[in-house]
Each structure stands twice: as C-alpha cells, then as structure tokens.
C-alpha cells in the first residue's frame, strides 16, 4: 500500500506562485512515475503534470506549460509541484497520484494510488 500526502496549497493572488509536495510511504518511489491532476468545482479531474521515475523525463498539460514545473527528490520520497503567475482558472482541489510502473500517463485511471488532495484557491 502506498500513502500519498499532499501539502502546500493555499490561498494566492493571480500572478503569484506556490509549491505543492506530495510525500509518499512507498519502499519503491524511485521507480513510481508521479503526477499531479486537479479538479475545480463542477469539472471532471484532469491531468496537470507527470515525471517518470528518470527525473528528466515530464510532461505536462498546454495549460500550465512554462508556468508550472513538477519535480522529484527520490532520497526523500518527495514530488514537487511548483506554480508561477497563478490564474484564477488554475483554482482547483489539487491531487497527487502514483503510478507503479510504465510510462508517464495522463489519464487518471492509469494511476494506482491518490493522495486526499489539497485546495489551490487563486484570486483575481
């Protein structure tokens, strides 16, 4: 079983920055690809951003490209979400999601394991 912990999420004016972490208990993360997706009121979750468990290798939504950047620090079990020149339409309960093996995914049911999630609340 692998337990994943989101924290860092808060309230922020448009154009400011936060740092989401997602800590995880799992003996194996170093070989996990992680990914972080979000949900806003009233909308389906979606895809934010992923890193394989090769630190170079991510990818991530159009919608969020150059703002955001999502890194790992495998001695510490730790994936990073870091989030510049925030929107209000990045306002979202934010989640983190492990998947234990494979390639990086985009689809929410290509992950194994949720975090309980964090709220991102961006105003204008």
């Known amino acids: 079983q692998v337990q994943l912990v989101e924290s860092g999420g808060g309230l922020v004016q448009a154009g400011g920055s936060l740092r989401l972490s997602c800590a995880t208990s799992g003996r194996t993360f170093s070989s996990y690809v992680m990914g972080w997706f979000r949900q806003a009121p009233g909308k389906e979750r979606e895809f934010v951003a992923a890193?394989?468990?090769?630190?170079?290798?991510?990818y991530y939504a159009d919608s969020v490209k150059g703002r955001f950047t999502i890194s790992r620090d495998n001695a510490k079990k730790t994936v990073y979400l870091q989030m510049k020149r925030l929107k209000p339409e990045d306002t979202a309960v934010y989640y983190c999601?492990?998947?234990?093996?494979?390639?990086?995914?985009?689809?929410?049911?290509?992950?194994?394991?949720w975090g309980q999630g964090t709220q991102v609340t961006v105003s204008s």
């Open positions: 890193i394989s468990w090769n630190p170079s290798s991510t």
């Open positions: 999601a492990a998947r234990l093996g494979g390639r990086i995914g985009v689809r929410s049911n290509m992950y194994d394991y």
